[in-house]
């Protein structure tokens, strides 16, 4: 039971450097003193699907399947490595995290649920970690891919905040925080303050989440400054003050109200 022990953490390591040979290589040996082990089916489906070996991945996600047919995993990557064969991909990205990626950082970053997500084809090749684009519309701030596929929108009163902040010279990055063919979160993290904002948390501060994180020792980065509230009468005031000044606008909207792809 410990040399198994040992061996699920080496391909658990093995998988966080992308290390597919190594990952591989111990879930069969697992696999092999273990039959019914459903983790190391699934990480081995995992690292054969990120090795660029589609239809092995498929065999043992089938084996995972048939072990614990309730596994909501399992019948999703097996949906994912079906849109796989039916576009013809036959390699799919992997990001090598940055473990501090997801650092929160209170008032400059936001975990965010996409609304009106786009096609399962689309998202099925999202990675965790992926750099994604935020496109400013009218009414909404629509997230995409590099080549400009559309992955989702941002909820209204994010977007909204957002749209007001990024007039006002505020930059932004946006990573894939979790991907599922029927829903996206993504990662936001404010890059610049723009001098309109600058006394603005870009994102609300939750404080009660803050002090739970304190409580659990989890690190959380100390804030140098101190912002101020923005209610939506503030924001509206802002929005207003922006519209007025056209030219201190350092961004590009997309004026034509294209329609989310199904």
Sequence with gaps: MDRNLNKETSAIDAAINADWSKAISLNKEIIKEDKKNV???????????????????????????????????????????????????????????????????PGKTKTVTLVNCGQKAILAKLAIGQSL?????KRRVEVRTQDKEYIGCLPDDISKRLTIFVKAGSTFSCFVKEAALKQTIIFLREEK????????????????????NLASGDEVEAREEEFEDLTDNDLEKLAETLNEEKEYLPYQSEDKEDEPEE
Excluded: C, M, W
């Design 133 to 137: 684009f935020l496109t400013v519309k």
């Design 193 to 212: 303050k723009g001098k309109k904002v600058s006394k603005y948390a870009s994102f609300p501060i939750n404080i009660s989440a803050n002090l739970h």
């Design 39 to 105: 983790d190391a089916h699934l990480r081995l489906g995992f690292a054969y699907l990120q090795d660029g070996k589609i239809q092995l991945a498929k065999t043992y996600y089938k084996k995972a399947l048939k072990l614990q047919p309730s596994n909501y995993i399992v019948s999703e990557n097996l949906e994912r490595i079906r849109i796989f064969e039916s576009k013809k991909i036959k390699q799919v990205k992997y990001i090598n995290l940055d473990p501090y990626l997801f650092l929160d950082i």
